[in-house]
């Protein structure tokens, strides 16, 4: 079966610009999980989406928004990008009844400038 | 082992060696741990998973054992090769709602393999 595909694979953005980031699941896996890593904070925990709804979010400012659509694709956008938030924006998504944990995909490298 | 900041642990061992790599997780109430692989502008490769209520695994090649009394994780892999050459993270996932989809992730340890 496809992987999880992440677009774009690189971006570069100017500040107080705003992006947004595509992710499509694997098929039949619904819930689709956003992390931003970067070499300082490691792997961060964005949001979580399963079936249309945000279930769970982290510790991160309002500038960081997503959604899902009815085919599990999610996005999600960054508005009046700072220079801090270069970094790769992962996401994964997990089967309902998948036992295998978390596919993630190759992310997407997004530099400020 | 962990460390919290810049500086990733880093384990360095020749072909064939067995290799260790141990993660100290913060959560009691984690009852689902997994051990991710991430190479070089990739994203993380899922290695092996564990629920709580289970103190060893084995797949292929690597093994994980859980310790809940002191909240500790590690992975063993067999016959280490260059292939394996990465960095490895654990991640915890805590029980209950407010719990879907967020792994947390420790800071990462970097593996070295010299042929």
């Known amino acids: 079966k496809a992987g999880v595909t992440q677009t774009p694979r690189y971006l570069i953005k100017t500040r107080g610009q705003q992006v947004t980031l595509s992710c499509s699941p694997i098929s039949g896996h619904r819930s689709v999980s956003w992390y931003q890593q970067t070499p300082g904070q490691g792997l961060q925990f964005l949001f979580e989406?399963?079936?249309?709804?945000?279930?769970n979010k982290g510790n991160f400012p309002g500038r960081f928004s997503g959604r899902q659509f009815s085919n599990s694709r999610s996005e999600m956008n960054v508005s009046t990008l700072e220079l801090g938030d270069s970094a790769l924006y992962l996401c994964?998504?997990?089967?309902?009844?998948?036992?295998?944990?978390?596919?993630f995909g190759s992310g997407t490298r997004l530099t400020v400038v | 082992g962990e460390s919290v900041g810049l500086h990733l642990p880093t384990l360095s061992v020749q072909e064939g060696d067995n290799s260790i790599i141990n993660c100290a997780y913060s959560n009691s109430a984690s009852d689902y741990f997994i051990w991710y692989k991430q190479e070089s502008g990739k994203g993380p490769q899922f290695i092996i998973d564990?629920?709580?209520?289970?103190d060893k695994r084995q797949g292929q090649r690597v093994t994980v054992l859980l310790n809940k009394t002191v909240k500790h994780l590690s992975l063993q892999i067999a016959a280490t090769q260059p292939g394996d050459s990465a960095v490895y993270f654990c991640a915890e996932n805590p029980a209950g709602g407010t719990s879907y989809g967020k792994l947390t992730f420790g800071q990462g340890t970097i593996l070295t393999v010299h042929p």
């Open positions: 994964a998504t997990k089967g309902t009844v998948d036992n295998y944990g978390y596919t």
């Open positions: 564990i629920r709580s209520n289970m």
């Open positions: 989406y399963f079936s249309e709804t945000q279930r």
